[in-house]
């Protein structure tokens, strides 16, 4: 599914193998698929197709995932830049994020 | 309405089949028209007749995501836990945390869940996962989260398999249809920005070497609203249509393509031979109109990231800056030759 990728090499994704303790959560929350297990501990598939959602890791309790959580959306930023904020998805209001 | 809120005590009957009224308000929310009070209260539902042993589900009051849960549930007992997103859908709610870990556990206290089912199961929709630590909800309440399928319609299959997901049932999809259902939408969103340039180009339109004319208006205005409208549906419409096969994983250069092409159609459909730097000048402005509106269409997409469409603008608001300057410039100048 190459038209499911992005920017490649932007993603904010880190991970550090060590502290795996291999409980699948990942895997299970990755709406990309980015993980797999190998070996009882997780592996990064493709670091391209990570979409920077931040639901792997707030699901690692032992803090194995790390990475920028923020909304991938023009209007977001824009309004974000004007409002000297960082971008949120103010969905209340107009923007198109849902 | 065939449902209501239920109270702790006892709690009401929601039914699986959509009335008429849930139906036409589908149709609403999908083009967004007063989408924002589109809620319906937080709280513990009943579906069917459950037991405590039957499954609870965790959905947002975001109307439309509760409708669609419980229309896929048909036939099955349950609970369904609504949490207060204030109206914006679960994977929204997400994002800004309000679909979240607090308000999970919160919830289960105020309803008094524990009292209701004799098990410690939530089964918590995929797209929720942004906001919802699965390790801190059962820390705090003893409930242990299962995600669930990303697409309500894989829920009976989930169940089936034993609560099991694939790779395919736990991946998002962006597919031709749920591109156009987003293109209402889109339409909708930037519509100042096309009402605010409608104006300009239209006054623009009545400039002339001799000094300005309100019957020019008239008579050029047209071809401004034409190129105009075309390389706004362009933008919103045709390239999130065509996305994948548009070249340039860029969604800015994806619209800069899409504009420049059908621009360039109408230059050759309604203006062949007509004055060479007004039509530059309209290939131009509607290359970074279209640019500007695909660009907006990476808050609809399900796989852009933050870094990426902040790089991606770094490069792409200057052009369409840029394109529109010089656009604008050119149009002035074909008018007073
Ligand atoms: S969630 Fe963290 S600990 Fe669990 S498998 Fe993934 S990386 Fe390892
Ligand atoms: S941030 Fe989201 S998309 Fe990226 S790897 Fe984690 S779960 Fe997957």
Known sequence: MDSQIYLKNVSTLEYDSSLCIGCKMCVEVCPHNVFRMVDKKSEIIDRDKCMECGACEINCSPG???????????AAVIS?????TEPNCDCGTNTNCC | MDFTKLSLVSPTLTSSTWSRADRWGAVRVRSSIGRNHYQLAPGLYKLGKPGSDSDVFVSANYKLSFDILRRELKGLDAWILVLQTYGVNVWCAAGKGTFGTDEIIRQIKDT???SYVSHKRLIVPQLGAPGVSAHKVKKSSGFSVKFGPVRAEDIKDYIAAGYKKDELTRSVQFNFKDRILLAPVEVMNSLKYLILALIFFGLLSGIHRGGYSFPLILEEGPIAIIFLLTAYLTGAVFTPALLPWLPFRHFGGKGLIAGFLTSGLMILLIAPGSQAFGMIAWLLISGAVSSFLAMNFTGASTYTGLSGVRKEMRFF?????????????????SKLN
């Open chain 2, 317 to 333: 608001v200057p052009l369409q800056i840029a394109l529109t300057v010089i656009g604008i410039t050119l149009l002035i100048i």
């Open chain 1, 64 to 74: 194995a995932l790390k990475v920028k959580q923020g909304v991938g959306c023009a």
């Open chain 2, 112 to 114: 008094g869940l524990g």
């Open chain 1, 80 to 84: 974000g830049f004007f409002k000297g």
